[in-house]
């Protein structure tokens, strides 16, 4: 896979800012309602095995989680109150990661939020997370 594909395929590239902006930014797209979000590792996101660090998965899954429970509930903010994970493969540099995070609940301040990781058909990481809504901008 290419950026050419992942674009081909309605992913753009999202540079974000702070932390994640540092990471690379990720991909994003939104396919019949539901939102999508990719990592393409670099080199730099590896662990001394040589794979993705176990971190930048968990940061992923932070971002795509907390993103996408906000644009769900219209929140303009949000904050993880607790997020699990369970890692079931390593994956590799340069192999196109996505997750559909999926709304287990959401009420006016919370989200219950759990999804898979996938290179290709491979799982990755499965997680499951809370997170606080904001009500307002304040």
């Given at each position: 896979?290419?950026?050419?594909?992942?674009?081909a395929?309605g992913?753009?590239?999202?540079?974000?800012?702070?932390?994640?902006?540092?990471?690379?930014?990720?991909?994003?797209?939104?396919?019949?309602?539901?939102?999508q979000l990719?990592?393409w590792?670099?080199p730099m996101?590896?662990?001394?095995?040589?794979v993705?660090?176990?971190?930048?998965l968990?940061?992923?899954?932070?971002?795509?989680?907390?993103?996408?429970?906000?644009?769900?509930?219209?929140?303009?903010?949000?904050a993880?109150?607790?997020?699990?994970?369970?890692?079931?493969?390593?994956l590799q540099i340069?192999?196109?990661a996505?997750?559909?995070?999926?709304?287990?609940?959401?009420?006016?301040?919370?989200?219950?939020?759990?999804?898979?990781?996938?290179?290709?058909?491979?799982?990755?990481?499965?997680?499951?997370?809370?997170?606080?809504?904001?009500a307002?901008?304040?």
């Amino acid at each position: 896979m290419t950026i050419d594909d992942l674009i081909a395929d309605g992913w753009t590239h999202d540079p974000s800012e702070g932390l994640i902006a540092h990471l690379g930014g990720l991909w994003r797209r939104e396919v019949g309602g539901r939102h999508q979000l990719g990592l393409w590792p670099e080199p730099m996101h590896a662990n001394r095995n040589g794979v993705v660090h176990g971190g930048m998965l968990m940061t992923f899954v932070d971002r795509a989680f907390g993103m996408t429970a906000r644009l769900v509930a219209g929140a303009p903010r949000g904050a993880t109150i607790s997020l699990s994970h369970q890692f079931v493969a390593p994956l590799q540099i340069g192999s196109f990661a996505s997750v559909e995070p999926k709304i287990v609940k959401l009420t006016t301040r919370m989200a219950f939020v759990e999804g898979t990781v996938f290179a290709g058909d491979e799982p990755i990481v499965q997680a499951q997370g809370v997170w606080r809504l904001a009500a307002s901008r304040e």
